[in-house]
């Protein structure tokens, strides 16, 4: 028992020690840090949104050094292929025969940057489903293990920009949560400069998170208490992206045409676990839901026209929800 708790404690030390030195890296983004770890201890894939230089592609670079594991990088653009993420067969000749030999893609590391994921057309971003979703890719009919400890972090500019395409319904559903990053405020905007000094003088050195640490930390997650209180309010703030019609004094109705799938259900629950985990807690109460609903509702909700033109955003329709929705 006491070996048990030993190793508990000792996960949530080295993930505070992981997200410390993140945050050293990463300056006035730690919603984007603490979204990250969330992401990798419920081994959900990640989207982040933000305009150039907001520090989308140094949080995956820094995440992956903290944790020295092999990060893959790949630049999305117009004319990448599916075969350029996935791999492909190569034909060789070995011992004067023909063989196809499968050369793999950049998909096969810990993590995959998927850079600037929506400036390439559907079919690419099609080959990271089944990646995304059952860690595994099938190649020439041919199907492939990814590694224990994958995670796919796309970054996408703001789809009104031009030369960008939406990601699919389907695909966005696979990202647990979407972060939305801004520029940093004036005090942030300061320690930046002084951080790039400091940088261009000498290399950063960090201490190496062992995996294992991880995979200890989704167990402990797994025992996570969420009581039947907390089961209903997560379904009731769902079923109202479904049915605002229950809502008739709020205008939700006239906001949303979609609503969330069940993965929506699933993935606040796991993200709640999570916090309250990385809160040292061993139950889930309404903050720890609240703190992740906007991260993992954000991308699952299709806003009407009239929504669309009166400025209304995924968010301020989440705040309307959290609002409306109480705990049984």
Known sequence: MNDQVSDKSNALAQLKLLKAQIEQSVIGQSHVVDSLLIALLTNGNILLEGLPGTAKTRS????ARSLAVDL???????????SDVTGTEVYQEVNGKPVLTFQQG???NNLLLADEINRSP???QAALLEAMEERQITVAGKTYKLPELFMVLATQNPIEQEGTYPLPEAQMDRFIMKINLDYPDDAAE????KLVRSEEKSVQAVENISPDHIFTARDEIHTIHASQAIIDYIVAIVMATRKPERYPDSPLQQWLTVGSSPRASIAIDKC????????GKDFVDPDDVRSVAHSVLRHRLVLSYDALADGITADAVIDEILKQVAVA
Request: charged content about 20%; hydrophobic content about 50%.
């Open 190 to 193: 300061g320690e930046i400069i």
């Open 106 to 108: 950049p998909i096969f």
């Open 72 to 82: 893959g990088r790949v630049q999305f653009t117009p004319d990448l292929l599916p």
């Open 272 to 279: 709640a676990r999570a916090q309250a985990w990385l809160n």
């Open 60 to 63: 995956i670079k820094t995440l």
């Open 122 to 124: 559907a079919k690419v």
